[in-house]
Structures are given as C-alpha cells and as structure tokens.
C-alpha cells in the first residue's frame, strides 16, 4: 500500500495532494540583493506575462515622462477589454493617475495610453520596452503591447520577471506606487476607488507590493516582493491555476506564518465605489434654475432672474 501510494504521488501528485500542490508552471524565489534562488521550477521557459507586462509598461513611463503631464487618450482606448479605469477618448489625464491606474486596477486602457503618449503607437512603445528588458538583463522576454493582453510572440520567463522587478524596485516611484492598498481617482464627472489587486497587501505583513495578471490563454501570473530580517525576497510565478495557493506554497521558504485561505478570500479587490458629481460652478447654476407652468405642448423651462 506504501509502495502503491508513493507511485501515485510521483504520477499524480495534484490528485494526491490536492491543494499541497503548485500548479504554476514556472516560478522562482530570489533574494534580491544576490539573485541567489531559494526555489524554483522551469524559470527559464518562456511563457505569456499576461499583466505583469505592465510593471516594464510603468516603468518606463516613470522614466520618459514628467507624472503631471497630461495625456489624451485616443479611440482605441475605449475599445480594450476589462480590466479598465474606462477612460473617455479625447479626454486629459494626468500621466501619474493613469500609472497608479495600470498597477492597482490593472487597466488595460491606462497601459494602452500611456504607451501611445510615449511611443507615437504601441508597437513603438513595445520595441522601447524590448530594447529596456534588453538592458536589464531579461534576454528571454518579448514585448508586443503594453497590457500584456494575450497575443502570439508575447513571453517571458519567471527568472526574467524577477530581473525586471528587482530593477523597477530600485526606482522610488515605483516602489510608492506598489505598496498603495487604494487609489482614488477623480476626473470632472465622477469620483472612484479602486482597491489593488494584489492581496497580499491586506493580509501578509511582510508583503511590499507586486503586480497580478491573469488571461484566460495566459493563466494567472504574479511578481512580488517580501521582506524578511531586513533583506527583500522577490517571487514570480507564470501560468498558474491557483495564483495564490501557489504563492503561499512557495512562500514556506521563507516563513513559517502565511495567511489562511480564508484571510486571502477576504483581502480579494471588491467593486470600485463610484460617484458622480458636479463642479461646484455648475451646483450653483443649477439652483438658480426655477420652472414655472407654460402653456399646454410646450416643455422648455423658463428661466427667472440671472
């Protein structure tokens, strides 16, 4: 029974096993000072980034771009898919709202918008952040868009993600904006929260910020970073099916007290709180308005005083 149980473990270790398992098809553990590796599995197979991409994405727009600039978004913008900040076309926003846009709701129309500012169009923003991985090290990594949307050609691996995230960290404005629970963004017409995607933030006290990603094609995907007696950890993982049962597993390198199942269920981004509201100019206008009865087929109101 022994001997039977321990094929079965080597054949069909999920089976067995089942949520002791890690089911993300790449990762690694560094320790970011020396990138020696605590932990790994096939970080060096090239895999789809799905939104981790928009850590390269914010990064170089914190290096190209002044945060206060103003940005307008083009057509496209209002095409992308979820996940989104629903940017209106035509429309200025400033360069920061839209990079605290793309690392804490992960949208996907802030990352588009940004890269058409800076590169004139996505692909040239693209090649940009190829020639950057470049730079840095990240030799087996291909970017073709800013959001890591799903598209053929477009990989890299968990040890490159890792290369990536261990220099964006070294930037102040980066490291800022990963570590926000929330942003509020307001424009003229409404006001919205938005809660970061990464849930480690609200539940692990170690945990210094990172990025999610997920694509149906690309599975669920992650780079972080973790303090541990004052050195920095930083953990990828690729085409996950289990983003943060995976991460817990892989975490026990480390630490001895992770949070529960049930903690990481509560600490998942909720709905944004929207709220629409008017420019205190146009509050004022509107109640000096005053209707008055006209007579019968008429319907346009008179106005009295100013």
């Known amino acids: 029974m022994i001997s039977f149980l321990l094929i079965l473990s080597l054949l069909f270790p999920s089976f067995l096993f089942a949520g002791e398992t890690i089911t993300a098809s790449s990762y690694i553990l560094v320790e970011e000072g020396s990138f020696d590796i605590i932990a790994g599995r096939n970080y060096h197979t090239r895999l789809a980034p799905a939104s981790t991409t928009k850590v390269m994405t914010t990064l170089l727009a914190i290096e190209k771009i002044n945060a206060d600039e103003m940005i307008v978004p083009d057509k496209k913008t209002a095409s992308l898919p979820a996940s989104k900040m629903h940017l209106v076309p035509g429309k200025q926003y400033r360069a920061f709202d839209l990079m605290n846009g793309a690392m804490i709701e992960s949208a996907n129309d802030a990352a588009y918008a940004l890269a058409k500012h800076i590169g ?87 945990a210094i910020g990172g990025k999610t990603g997920f694509t149906r094609r690309s599975k669920h995907c992650y780079v972080g970073a973790f303090e541990r007696d004052g050195k920095t950890y930083i953990l990828s993982l690729l085409n996950s099916r289990d983003l943060w049962g995976d991460a817990v597993l892989i975490l026990r390198n480390l630490y001895d007290q992770l949070p529960s199942d049930d903690e990481l269920r509560l600490a998942r981004a909720c709905s944004v709180s929207l709220s629409s509201y008017k420019p205190k100019n146009e509050k004022k206008a509107a109640t000096k308005k005053k209707y008055k009865k006209v007579k019968k087929g008429t319907k346009k109101p008179v106005k009295s005083g100013s």
């Open 120 to 206: 004139g169009s996505e692909e040239s923003f693209a090649r940009m952040m190829n020639d950057r991985a470049n730079e840095l090290g990240a030799y087996n990594t291909h970017f073709k868009n800013a959001s890591g949307l799903y598209v053929n050609g477009q990989y890299t691996t968990s040890y490159d993600l890792a290369l990536i995230f261990k220099n964006a960290l070294s930037n102040d404005i980066f490291r800022d904006l990963i570590k926000k629970k929330y942003f509020f963004f307001q424009d003229s017409r409404r006001s919205v929260q938005f809660k970061n995607h990464n849930r480690f933030l609200f539940c692990f006290e170690p």
